[in-house]
């Protein structure tokens, strides 16, 4: 919590994700954020990102998850090397899913602030988690905006490595947000003719789903306003359902179920 909560510290960021890794080695979230955190310009590299290369520990260590081959070919972009944006983006293309953990980690706000001391009023601390987690941002999201821009000065086995790892993370990733970018990615890296139109349909079908996944929560956010405690209360209680489950199997694969 203290690393989400002070963004604008890169340093105290590192320090509090690193200290949170140590603390649970196997967590995802942790091991991700630091790697994120590691990402962000610092000079000079803070002692927890310059002894280990955190983005390459994340990836060996989440072996079948794309995001972070994503972040890898990004940073060889910056790089200039080609050669393994290229490799990293076709690796990434192969992997079975795609998860920045950014639902588990709402779902860690959500314990934190329900935790707080004092009776209050648990809808209002939902209110309160969702306002948290509507301020974080998906690292991941905001590099596949960056990658494969301009693709048509790019030659054909860059674009082609673009548009397979967009299309894997369009149909493979664990929120609609990294589901987006990849339908995004895959667009802008798409040929000319039927491979183009299909890319623009997928985007628009991603969004559609999307959509009409976030409006399915609307009635649980409308009864955190009602007057009667009891309404209140179970709107809490299947908001927090809905973390669980989005944390656990994915926001994409959780929306397949019905809330009620």
């Known amino acids: 919590m203290a690393g989400q909560l002070d963004p604008t510290d890169p340093e105290a960021q590192v320090k509090a994700f690193a200290q949170a890794r140590v ?11 630091l790697a994120t955190a590691c990402l962000v310009p610092m000079q000079p590299l803070p002692p927890e990102c310059d002894a280990t290369d955190r983005l390459a520990d ?4 989440d072996e079948d998850n794309g995001v972070p081959m994503l972040l890898l070919a990004d940073r060889a972009r910056q790089r200039n090397n080609a050669t393994a944006v290229v490799a990293f983006l076709e690796e990434a293309a192969l992997r079975p899913r795609f998860d920045d953990y ?30 948290y987690g509507a301020a974080r941002t998906s690292h991941a999201v905001r590099t596949m905006q960056a990658l494969c821009r301009d693709s048509e000065r790019y030659a054909d086995g860059m674009r082609s490595a673009c ?63 009602s007057s009667d405690p009891a309404v209140r209360a179970r709107a809490v209680a299947q908001w927090e359902a ?15 179920r019905t809330w009620r």
């Open 23 to 33: 603390r649970v080695p196997a967590e995802k979230v942790f091991l991700s954020s």
């Open 58 to 61: 994340w990836a060996t260590r």
């Open 102 to 131: 950014w639902n588990r980690g709402s779902l860690f706000v959500w314990e934190e602030v329900r935790a707080l001391p004092g009776p209050g009023n648990p809808a209002a601390k939902a209110e309160l988690a969702a306002t």
């Open 163 to 225: 548009n397979a790892a967009g299309m894997a993370a369009a149909q493979r990733a664990s929120t609609w947000t990294l589901r987006t970018a990849g339908a995004r990615l895959a667009e802008r890296s798409a040929g000319a003719g039927p491979a183009q139109v299909e890319a623009r349909q997928l985007v628009v079908d991603v969004q559609r789903r999307a959509f009409e996944c976030a409006e399915a929560g609307n009635p649980i956010a409308d009864a955190f306003q």
């Open 242 to 256: 809905r973390l669980v489950q989005n944390a656990e199997l994915g926001e994409v694969a959780a929306c397949a």
